[in-house]
Structures are given as C-alpha cells and as structure tokens.
Nanobody, 127 residues
Framework: AVQLVESGGGSVQSGGSLELSCKVW????????MGWFRRPSGQEREGVASVDTDGQMIYAESVEGRFTIARDTGKNIMYLRMTRLQPADTAMYYC?????????????????????WGRGTQVTVSS
C-alpha cells in the first residue's frame, strides 16, 4: 500500500526557512508524479510545486525562486525546501503522488490526478 508522511513543519519568522519532508512507502519517489500542495486556513487547496518522472519541476508563481523540490532516492523522500518565507505562506502543507501514464514511448505526468496524499504538516510564518 502507498503511504505518504509529511514532516518538518513548524513556526518561523518572516524571512526564515524550513525544509519539509515527504517519506514515501509503496512506490519509488522518482517513478511517480509527485507534488506539494497547501491549504491556508479557510481557503482552497492550491498547488505549490510538482516534479515528474524526468525530474522536471514546476512551481507556483507565488513560490518561484523561493521554494525548491528535491528527491532522495536512497531514503525515498521528497523535500520542499522553503526560503524567504512570508506570512502568506502559512498553511497546512501536503505531499501527493500519482502513477504516470505510458504513451507508448515514455512515462508521462499529465493527468494531475493525485490519488495518494499525506496528512499534512503545518507551516506558520509570523511577521
């Protein structure tokens, strides 16, 4: 069974940094489509960053240049390295994954049909 467990959240001051971890069981982090999402209190969930099986990363405009995804295949962990944090980054952060589809020549991450989710880790940034 696939299981994703986030850790690393906490409280920091504006301008600080945090590194979130997403430990994965049941699939290899580099062989599935993976992403980070966040849900600020009382708001809709939004995508933060994603990485496909080729290692291509996409970031939301609001975090571009501040957040970075990394993967450690030895530990089977996906990271979200967050710098220059702002109060607007305060949210519950979730990692998620889905199996890529085969188009006849390569695996592709196109559906964004994330079906495996962690329970989240809270990030709070104070001004």
């Amino acid at each position: 069974a696939v299981q994703l467990v986030e850790s690393g959240g906490g409280s920091v001051q504006s301008g600080g940094s945090l590194e979130l971890s997403c430990k994965v069981w049941g699939h290899v982090v580099t062989r599935y489509c993976m992403g980070w999402f966040r849900r600020p209190s009382g708001q809709e969930r939004e995508g933060v960053a994603s990485v496909d099986t080729d290692g291509q990363m996409i970031y939301a405009e609001s975090v571009e240049g501040r957040f970075t995804i990394a993967r450690d295949t030895g530990k089977n962990i996906m990271y979200l390295r967050m710098t220059r944090l702002q109060p607007a980054d305060t949210a519950m952060y979730y990692c998620a994954s889905y199996r890529p589809s085969w188009d006849g020549s390569r695996w592709r991450c196109e559906s964004n049909d994330y079906n495996y989710w962690g329970r989240g880790t809270q990030v709070t940034v104070s001004s």
